[in-house]
């Protein structure tokens, strides 16, 4: 028996392609969704356990977790993919904007991840934690500093998620540059973009899918960032 696979924020883009992935390969999936798109619908019509959560305070995110447990009793891997692409040109409350970044990168991960250890320990194998970050965690970002620090601090907590639920749950994390534009990119943007990584290209979801596999078919990896960035850091 395989049990569900939990996937935050997967209400669009790569959330949303990782539980189509997952709904194709015959998986048990559970989402949170904060809109609720058309393609939420969609994957409730397939069978998907769809769960509205706008974890915008820490009500939200406890309210979830109890949410979660009337579903199923335990989960095969969480991924942490919800996010908020915010930025200081965009939002000038700092003080908002570091608090908000913080609570969706770092302290709904590390309040599920803490709350949920038994439901990854089974007697079906390793349970998978698998944390989206970003390549910024790397160098910083001088745009989004509230942002990249926030996945900086998700970085860190893999590592001691790793430490401390080896070795029935591996958790590990997937550091990407850019995979998908956004809506209403300029070309300049895209342009300028393109130009950052050797690889040159937008790649798409299929590549997070991919490194995502990797993960939970892995028997060994675990503590690690699996860096999925065109060879941006060479550059
Ligand atoms: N796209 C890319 O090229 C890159 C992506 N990444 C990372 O990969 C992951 C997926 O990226 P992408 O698909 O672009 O993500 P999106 O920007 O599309 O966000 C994913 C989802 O997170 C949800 N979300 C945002 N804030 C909250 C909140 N407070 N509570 C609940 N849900 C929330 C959004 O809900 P709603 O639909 O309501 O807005 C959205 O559906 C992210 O962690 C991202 O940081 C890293 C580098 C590059
Ligand atoms: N939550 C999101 N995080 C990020 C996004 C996004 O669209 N949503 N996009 C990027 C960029 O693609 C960046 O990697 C390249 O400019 C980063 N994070």
């Given amino acids: 028996m395989s049990f569900p696979i939990l996937i935050t924020g997967a209400g669009q883009r790569i959330g949303l392609a990782l539980a189509q992935h997952f709904v194709a390969e015959q998986h048990d999936v559970i989402i949170t969704y904060r809109t609720r798109h058309n393609a939420v619908d969609e994957l409730a019509a397939q069978g998907v356990t769809c769960i509205q959560a706008d974890f915008s305070d820490d009500e939200s995110i406890v309210h979830f977790i109890n949410e979660l447990r009337v579903h199923t009793p335990k989960l095969r891997a969480i991924i942490h993919n919800a996010s908020s692409w915010d930025s ?13 970044m ?12 803490q709350h949920c250890q038994d439901m990854l320990e089974h007697s079906d194998g390793y349970g998978d934690i698998i944390h989206l970050t970003d390549f910024v965690v790397e160098t910083g970002s001088a745009k989004h500093l509230a942002y990249a620090a926030s996945k900086a601090a998700l970085d860190n907590l893999t590592k001691s998620f790793a430490a401390k639920y080896a070795p029935h749950i591996k958790v590990n994390a997937v550091a990407p540059s850019l995979i998908i534009f956004n809506e209403g990119d300029s070309e300049q943007y895209k342009h300028k973009t393109l130009q950052k990584s050797l690889m040159g290209i937008e790649p798409g979801c299929r590549e997070i899918i991919n490194a995502v596999e990797l993960l939970l078919t892995s028997d060994y990896i675990t503590g690690r960032s699996l860096a999925v960035d065109g060879g941006r850091h060479l550059k």
């Fill in 88 to 100: 200081e040109s965009k939002n000038d409350d700092y003080a908002a904007l570091f608090d908000n």
């Fill in 102 to 113: 913080m609570r969706i990168h770092a302290k709904v991960p590390y309040l599920i991840n």
